[in-house]
């Protein structure tokens, strides 16, 4: 297993443009291997005295817990760090709050609202820095999915995604997830709810390498036709509740994933949603609740690739 290759004395994870099609190829694969090993009772100690801080601003089921086990797993330690509990909610800043972090620590993870706030924490820490969720991307989230969609289909390339609903931080670095992977990938969205035009542009610049084509579209019908892969989010990421009137009336009908939409898709498709979902909402409780669900084995391989990601920054392999 190769290092993850960087120019720079540390690797931050902010997005899934931060990752070359290598680079992820080597995390998929290590997380498989961690993964068989840990299932056999045969774990390694990879980050045995290593520590992880986790900031978190918002909420987290998923993210907080398999960062931690991840880190028990393999030996170390995780440390949750409230914004609201450290001296980041009395005005230290961000800049100052990574200098001092970086002294203790061998890696942040942080879910931030504002983008830019985990670039600042990248910017100053001398050790690696990991978007646990941003308001823009979600890279953990896309590593998990391009391993299901791996171990289900057996193969990444030449594979065909549709999304559904709202073009938010997960879609954005799904989109390049899928082109860097040659995965194409259909968004289906209201206007006004696209996808970052930035994180289009750059996917179908990846996507021109690999095969993949990234498509926008309103038409949900049409996106969903011969999918391999059905995908969703919520309708109100968090951030936004105070627009979820507005929303539900936008999304609702039409851009709900339910039984009429999975027969469009390949007869052996399967159901993707990165969860917390709200059933009959942006899915319907018998697609996800269905035979065509892998939103569990999604959930479990969190803890997988991201247990890789931490052993390749940490450079443990
Ligand atoms: N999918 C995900 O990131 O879940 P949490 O918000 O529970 O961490
Ligand atoms: N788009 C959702 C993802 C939650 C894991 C949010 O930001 O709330």
Request: glycine letters at 6%; aromatic letters at 4%; charged letters at 25%.
């Amino acid at each position: 297993m190769k290092t993850l290759k960087t120019s720079l004395s540390k690797k931050d994870v902010l997005s899934i443009a931060d990752l070359s099609a290598r680079e992820i190829n080597s995390i998929l694969t290590l997380a498989g291997k961690l993964k068989r090993e840990h299932k056999s009772g045969n774990a390694r100690p990879l980050l045995r005295g290593k520590t992880l801080g986790m900031i978190f601003q918002k909420p987290s089921t998923r993210t907080r817990v398999s960062f931690e086990v991840g880190m028990y797993q393999l030996g170390g330690e995780a440390m949750y760090l409230s914004a609201s509990d450290i001296q980041l909610s009395r005005g230290e800043t961000i800049q100052d709050t990574a200098k001092t972090l970086s002294l203790y620590l061998d890696c942040i993870m942080a879910r931030v609202y504002d983008h830019k706030d985990v670039q600042t924490l990248a910017d100053y820490a001398s050790i690696p820095v990991i978007n646990g969720l941003s308001d823009e991307f979600h890279p953990c989230q896309i590593l998990a999915d391009l391993l299901t969609m791996q171990e289900h289909k057996k193969k990444l390339k030449g594979l065909s995604l549709t999304w559904l609903g709202d073009g938010d931080n997960v879609c954005n670095d799904l989109m390049l997830g899928c082109a860097k992977t040659g995965v194409s990938m259909t968004v289906a969205c209201p206007k006004g709810y696209e996808p970052l035009e930035e994180a289009v542009r750059l996917a179908r610049t990846e996507g021109k390498k690999t095969g993949a084509d990234i498509v926008i579209t309103e038409d949900p019908t049409a996106a969903a036709k011969d999918a391999d892969i059905v995908v969703t989010d919520t309708f109100v990421s968090i951030g936004k509740e105070g627009e979820r009137a507005t929303r539900e009336a936008t999304f609702l009908p039409k851009y709900q994933v339910n039984s009429d939409i999975m027969r469009l898709a390949k007869k052996d498709a399967i159901f993707m949603h990165c969860l917390p979902a709200k059933r009959g909402m942006e899915v319907t409780a018998d697609v996800i609740d269905g035979k065509s669900s892998v939103v569990w084995p999604e959930a479990e391989n969190r803890l997988h690739v991201q247990k890789a990601l931490l052993c390749l920054i940490m450079k443990a392999i």
